[in-house]
């Protein structure tokens, strides 16, 4: 049983959640179906995995379904998302075959939760074709995009936009990722919620832990990054950054710290190649873990003194977010969504390149008290601007626009 919904009026005061039972009270009973690719791993199951029940408790009737398919399916999602960030990667048609195929037979396992909802929300590519299989259906369908898909490799798109063109809306992170569509657009940018076990304050003695369990000098600067083993997630980069700083300050220590999600098939080979990249030097803590690491995460990231975020394609970076709220400066690749956390000097570091990001290392190691100032601000800024009470608000908003067909919608 998660945190209740009265639980965050001391994070976000109780106008926030008067509000929000407000928005929510004309929806109550709306069957709510939201669709994605992956239970565990991935910042899209980090947000539904908190945001179905609070919708729940605000009276909805919503509900979490997953897709899945066979390895030929998540080759192909996986070429998609690389290709939608604008990576020239052509798809033979075997794989598209496939990837309709798998979104066929999930739609016979899933006509009877989608065809009578109200709202549908199929996050990203891979359910995408559903609703061409549910010609009866009777609710608002929303394509939400998570993906950075400002600059994509035009015959994937292409071929993507045929299924979304047919959605009601869609939902993008940011304006610069808005497409040509036919339909409404909203832009919606994710969020975390501060009552999950990777997000809550944590005794000291839980944050002192993962110093022994990971073998960490508690009294040397850490820098940390958390993500899946991804390259558009730059860990190679990271590393890169992190020789340089040593090569000056030899106490400093990395952490690259990922598991895999269900539906991303390249991890295990991004991960070898950044464990053959860091070599033997015993500073550099390569961590896999498992799906359920929440505290551990939350911990890693407060017990460091730096988080970094060096990717070079963000659909938005919950890492980024998450750090900012533990009071940590964050350095950030300058891309897609980080942009929208990130402003030099003040929330963190927008960087281009390893030495871009050693250069900001070694000035906040030499200055501690920035460390402070930024991370106080991050986390305000974090408090204003992407917990999930306002993405909450956000989708109650884009409901009762789309159900009711109000006038007032936010429209770009
Ligand atoms: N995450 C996790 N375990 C890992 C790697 C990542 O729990 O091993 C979490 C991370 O804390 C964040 C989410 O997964 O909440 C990743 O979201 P983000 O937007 O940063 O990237 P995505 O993986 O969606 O591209």
């Given amino acids: 049983m998660g945190p209740t919904i009265d639980q965050y009026i001391d994070i976000v005061g109780k106008e926030t959640i008067t509000h929000l039972r407000e928005l929510a009270a004309p929806l109550a009973g709306m069957k709510v179906v939201h669709v994605n690719s992956t239970r565990v791993g991935g910042g899209v199951a980090e947000i539904l995995d908190r945001l179905v029940p609070l919708m729940q408790e605000l009276g909805l009737d919503c509900s979490w379904e997953v897709i899945s398919g066979k390895d030929d399916f998540y080759h192909c999602t996986k070429s998609m998302h690389n290709a939608l960030q604008g990576n020239a990667v052509p798809i033979g048609k075997h794989y598209l075959d496939?990837?309709?195929?798998?979104?066929?037979?999930?739609?016979?396992?899933?006509?009877?939760?989608?065809?009578?909802?109200?709202?549908?929300?199929?996050?990203?590519?891979?359910?995408?074709?559903?609703?061409?299989?549910?010609?009866?259906?009777?609710?608002?369908?929303?394509?939400?995009?998570?993906?950075?898909?400002?600059?994509?490799?035009?015959?994937?798109?292409?071929?993507?936009?045929?299924?979304?063109?047919?959605?009601?809306?869609?939902?993008?992170?940011?304006?610069?990722?808005?497409?040509?569509?036919?339909?409404?657009?909203?832009?919606?940018?994710?969020?975390?919620?501060?009552?999950?076990?990777?997000?809550?304050?944590?005794?000291?003695?839980?944050?002192?832990?993962?110093?022994?369990?990971?073998?960490?000098?508690?009294?040397?600067?850490?820098?940390?990054?958390?993500?899946?083993?991804?390259?558009?997630?730059?860990?190679?980069?990271?590393?890169?950054?992190?020789?340089?700083?040593?090569?000056?300050?030899?106490?400093?220590?990395?952490?690259?710290?990922?598991?895999?999600?269900?539906?991303?098939?390249?991890?295990?080979?991004?991960?070898?190649?950044?464990?053959?990249?860091?070599?033997?030097?015993?500073?550099?803590?390569?961590?896999?873990?498992?799906?359920?690491?929440?505290?551990?995460?939350?911990?890693?990231?407060?017990?460091?003194s730096i988080v970094l975020q060096k990717s070079i394609k963000e659909g938005f970076g919950l890492t980024v977010t998450e750090g900012m709220w533990k009071s940590k400066p964050v350095i950030g690749g300058d891309t897609g969504g980080i942009r929208l956390q990130i402003f030099d000097h003040h929330t963190g570091f927008r960087v281009n390149t390893p030495e871009g990001a050693a250069m900001r290392i070694r000035y906040l190691l030499k200055n501690p008290n920035h460390i402070e100032r930024i991370g106080d601000k991050a986390k305000e800024f974090v408090r204003n601007n992407f917990l999930l009470t306002r993405h909450l608000r956000e989708y109650l908003s884009l409901m009762l626009a789309l159900v009711r067909g109000d006038s007032e919608r936010v429209e770009l």
């Fill in 98 to 304: 496939e990837f309709e195929r798998t979104n066929v037979e999930n739609a016979e396992q899933l006509r009877g939760a989608l065809t009578d909802a109200d709202v549908v929300f199929i996050h990203d590519p891979q359910p995408a074709p559903l609703l061409r299989q549910m010609p009866d259906r009777k609710g608002k369908w929303i394509w939400r995009c998570h993906i950075d898909v400002s600059k994509p490799y035009r015959p994937v798109w292409k071929y993507l936009r045929q299924f979304v063109v047919e959605y009601d809306a869609s939902v993008f992170s940011l304006a610069g990722f808005a497409q040509q569509l036919p339909h409404q657009m909203y832009l919606i940018p994710p969020s975390i919620d501060p009552l999950s076990a990777k997000n809550r304050t944590l005794p000291q003695n839980e944050v002192d832990s993962v110093y022994d369990e990971f073998d960490l000098d508690r009294n040397r600067p850490i820098i940390t990054q958390i993500s899946r083993y991804d390259r558009f997630k730059d860990p190679i980069g990271v590393l890169e950054a992190y020789k340089l700083v040593k090569a000056t300050m030899p106490e400093l220590q990395l952490v690259l710290a990922g598991g895999g999600a269900t539906d991303d098939p390249e991890g295990e080979a991004v991960l070898a190649e950044v464990r053959d990249a860091a070599g033997d030097d015993p500073d550099v803590h390569i961590l896999l873990l498992p799906p359920d690491a929440h505290t551990k995460i939350n911990a890693l990231q407060r017990a460091s």
